[in-house]
Structures are given as structure tokens and as C-alpha cells.
């Protein structure tokens, strides 16, 4: 190093070049520049011969100038590539989104339409029978009194230095399912999950982080909203379910409630999509006939789900 | 103050006439773009130390330029062409970091 650092300072003396890199920290100057200096010294150039050259480096600037700009638009240029697939993307997606709302929107709108219609043409009992049914099986909107039970997750707590319970104190899905089954043996006629009706063949499943709940994703808090009678809310407190769920919140921090709530409404269930089963088109008798009779189980509840079914 | 008129008459002219780099050159000009930042700030140091000279400047620029390009063109010939372009722009990095030292130095005295 000190043998450098001699070097360095009798630049003249110099006989072999140093180690690159410390002439390089040392010394960033083009060392043509002092040469320049020095020959210039020995012979100065006079003004008008002078002018060639800075012209030329004027030139040179103005390139330089050029590249800049023509760099920097270029790098702007390659930039919003990137971005602008990504924005355009989630564009589409709340555009789609939008597209979807409105679709269901008019998907309500035209249930309605023919439901009103329906009623119009059939017979009052025959339309009260269709409304009991229709409220037993999720296909319309009930009202009624019943309770809501309330499922969050603990609030994120030192997530990042213990990472490990960050998983358990999370709701999953198979919690919103035990609940919603453990409502259902506690007599409950209608439930629904943050507004999604459930029927027969309503799913509540987890596809990664997210809950579906008929393949449409559900944040929480999530509210499990159920009409029932009376004695629901004292039979659920007394389920598996719900004694799990206690002992679950107290120690993860979740948070677990169930209150009764007056006057719920929930709404209908999605007309379900019928891949196997096609509707028949025979006389009315025989259908309603074997309705009654291939269905006791949903009838049984559609009829004691006719007080709130007929309170709309 | 020629000189930043020139170099803001380059700007224009570059914004103005809005050339497409053909793809061939495109993974060159980010490196042109380093090396003449380099001949800059080594000639406004120059400048500031009285030994501005400017045949040198211009070769040093071009030059600079031109074995920049052909370090990363031999790079991509030979499969290293990233490695190697880092290597250009950490010493050319380098000797921005130093010449923007000096000057610095000249304008500030610290």
C-alpha cells in the first residue's frame, strides 16, 4: 500500500500501472486531461485554431443531450408497459365486477317481476303454497326474528416476529360450517351468511385464504344470520359448535358472538342451476302430488316456515 | 453556459425528433447512457481544475461510449452479458462518484 500511495504521487516516475482499483478511487480523472494540460503548457493553442476542436466537443454536448433524452424515453416508454398491463387488468376486473352487479341486479329484478306475475295468475292458495315453498328452499326472501350469530378474526398481533399463530386465529370455513349446521338443528328455517342465502345445495368452502360461500367470497366479520324459533338461540349456545367456538375465541383472541335480533331479512338464494334434473311438463296435479310426497323433510319445514313466509 | 445551452438543445432535439431505438440497440443505451455521464462529469471536473481540454473530452466521450457498448455486446456474445455489464457501470460508477467528489470539493470547499 505505501508503495502505492509513492506511485500515486510521482505520477511521473510510474513504471507499472497499480492496482486498478485503488488508481481507480484514487484518481477518477482521465489522466489525458493533465497530459492535455501539460502539452498545452509546452505549446498554447491560439484562439482561432482553438475553434475546430470546441465546436466538435459542442457537438458532442448537444449528442450527449440527444441521448439523454432519447434514453429517458425510452425507459418511460418501456415502463408503462409493465404498469399499464397491470392497470388495464384491474380495469377489466372492476369492470366485469360492475358488469356482474348490474346483471344480478336485473337478475333480481325479473325474479321479482315473475314472481308478481305468478302470484297474479295462480290462485291464492296455490300462491301461498308456492311462496311457503319457495321461502323453505331459499328461493325467496323471508323475514322473521331469529339470531345473528358474529364470527371475526383476531386482530393480527405481533404477525411478524411469531408468525405461527398468525394461521390458527383466523376463522376457516369449516367454523361458518359448523355454525350454519349447528343452526340448523337448532331449528333454524332460513340462514344466511353476510347476505348469501343458503339452500340445500349451498357450498361454504375455502379456496386459499378466501371463504366461498356458493363459489362467491365472503370477508369477515362474517354474520351468520338465522330466523328460527325462539328456543334457537338457547339450543345453539348449547352446541358443539358453539361451545368449540367459545373455547376457540377465548384463546386465540377471536372474536365469537351470538345475539337475537328482531326482524331479520334475509334475502334469496340464487336460482340454482339445474345440471342433471330437468323440470317435467305434466298436468299440475301430479307434480305438486309428488312434491308433497317425494319431500317430507322440506315441506315440513316450509310449512312452519309459513308464518314468516306469509308475513311478506 | 454554451455548453448547457448545447446540452438543452440535445434535449430538445431528442424530445422533438422522438427517434425509435431499434431493438438491437435498446440493451446498449442504458450503458451509452452511464458511459457519457461518465465523460460529463470527468470533463466538468476538468473544467473546475483548469485542464479542460476538449479533443479529450470528445474522444473520451466517444470512446467511453463505444467500449461500453462493445464490453456488453462481447458480454452477450459470450453469455455474460449481465455480469459483465455490471462490471462497466461499478467502475464507471466509481468514477462518477469520484469526479462528482471533486467538484464538490471546488464548489462547496467541503
Given at each position: 500500500m505505501g508503495d502505492t500511495q509513492d506511485d500515486g504521487r510521482e505520477r511521473s516516475v510510474r513504471m507499472y500501472a497499480p492496482d486498478f482499483l485503488t488508481e481507480l478511487f484514487r484518481n477518477p480523472l482521465d489522466p489525458g486531461y493533465a497530459d492535455a494540460a501539460a502539452r498545452r503548457a509546452h505549446a498554447p493553442v491560439s484562439g482561432w485554431r482553438a475553434w475546430p476542436a470546441r465546436s466538435v466537443s459542442l457537438l458532442v454536448v448537444v449528442a450527449l443531450g440527444f441521448l439523454f433524452a432519447v434514453a429517458y424515453e425510452q425507459t418511460m416508454a418501456d415502463e408503462p408497459g409493465r404498469s399499464q398491463a397491470r392497470s388495464g387488468l384491474v380495469a377489466q376486473i372492476k369492470q366485469r365486477e360492475r358488469e356482474t352487479d348490474r346483471l344480478s341486479e336485473r337478475a333480481d329484478q325479473l325474479r321479482a317481476e315473475v314472481a308478481r306475475q305468478r302470484a297474479a295468475a295462480?290462485?291464492?292458495?296455490?300462491?301461498?303454497?308456492?311462496?311457503?315453498?319457495?321461502?323453505?328452499?331459499?328461493?325467496?326472501?323471508?323475514?322473521?326474528?331469529?339470531?345473528?350469530?358474529?364470527?371475526?378474526?383476531?386482530?393480527?398481533?405481533?404477525?411478524?416476529?411469531?408468525?405461527?399463530?398468525?394461521?390458527?386465529?383466523?376463522?376457516?370455513?369449516?367454523?361458518?360450517?359448523?355454525?350454519?349446521?349447528?343452526?340448523?338443528?337448532?331449528?333454524a328455517e332460513a340462514i344466511a351468511i353476510n347476505g348469501q342465502r343458503l339452500t340445500a345445495t349451498s357450498t361454504i368452502r375455502s379456496a386459499g385464504q378466501a371463504i366461498l360461500v356458493d363459489y362467491r367470497p365472503v370477508t369477515g366479520p362474517y354474520e351468520v344470520s338465522a330466523i328460527g324459533p325462539g328456543s334457537m338461540k338457547q339450543r345453539f349456545e348449547e352446541s358443539r359448535t358453539a361451545l368449540l367456538m367459545r373455547e376457540v375465541a377465548e384463546k386465540t383472541g377471536l372474536s365469537f358472538g351470538v345475539r337475537e335480533a328482531e326482524d331479520l331479512t334475509l334475502p334469496a338464494a340464487p336460482e340454482p342451476r339445474l345440471r342433471y334434473a330437468q323440470p317435467s311438463v305434466s298436468p299440475s296435479p301430479s307434480p305438486s302430488g309428488a312434491d308433497r310426497s317425494a319431500s317430507p323433510g322440506p315441506s315440513g319445514s316450509g310449512t312452519s316456515t309459513s308464518p314468516s313466509g306469509g308475513g311478506r | 453556459?454554451?455548453?448547457?445551452?448545447?446540452?438543452?438543445?440535445?434535449?430538445?432535439?431528442?424530445?422533438?425528433?422522438?427517434?425509435?431505438?431499434?431493438?438491437?440497440?435498446?440493451?446498449?443505451?442504458?450503458?451509452?447512457?452511464?458511459?457519457?455521464?461518465?465523460?460529463?462529469?470527468?470533463?466538468?471536473?476538468?473544467?473546475?481544475d483548469?485542464?479542460?481540454?476538449?479533443?479529450?473530452?470528445?474522444?473520451?466521450?466517444?470512446?467511453?461510449?463505444?467500449?461500453?457498448?462493445?464490453?456488453?455486446?462481447?458480454?452477450?456474445?459470450?453469455?455474460?452479458?449481465?455480469?459483465?455489464?455490471?462490471?462497466?457501470?461499478?467502475?464507471?460508477?466509481?468514477?462518477?462518484f469520484g469526479n462528482v467528489a471533486a467538484i464538490r470539493r471546488h464548489l462547496f470547499r467541503a
Open positions: 295462480l290462485s291464492g292458495s296455490q300462491a301461498a303454497r308456492l311462496r311457503n315453498l319457495e321461502a323453505g328452499t331459499g328461493m325467496g326472501r323471508v323475514r322473521g326474528d331469529g339470531v345473528v350469530v358474529r364470527l371475526a378474526d383476531a386482530p393480527d398481533k405481533a404477525d411478524a416476529v411469531t408468525g405461527a399463530d398468525a394461521g390458527p386465529s383466523r376463522v376457516l370455513y369449516s367454523d361458518l360450517q359448523g355454525v350454519a349446521n349447528d343452526l340448523w338443528g337448532a331449528g | 453556459m454554451i455548453a448547457v445551452l448545447a446540452l438543452l438543445a440535445g434535449v430538445v432535439l431528442g424530445v422533438w425528433l422522438d427517434p425509435t431505438v431499434p431493438a438491437a440497440l435498446q440493451p446498449y443505451l442504458p450503458i451509452a447512457v452511464v458511459a457519457a455521464l461518465d465523460a460529463v462529469f470527468g470533463g466538468v471536473r476538468a473544467k473546475l483548469r485542464i479542460f481540454d476538449d479533443k479529450q473530452f470528445v474522444v473520451s466521450f466517444i470512446s467511453n461510449v463505444l467500449v461500453a457498448a462493445l464490453i456488453v455486446y462481447l458480454g452477450d456474445q459470450l453469455g455474460v452479458g449481465g455480469q459483465l455489464s455490471t462490471g462497466v457501470v461499478v467502475v464507471l460508477g466509481v468514477r462518477i
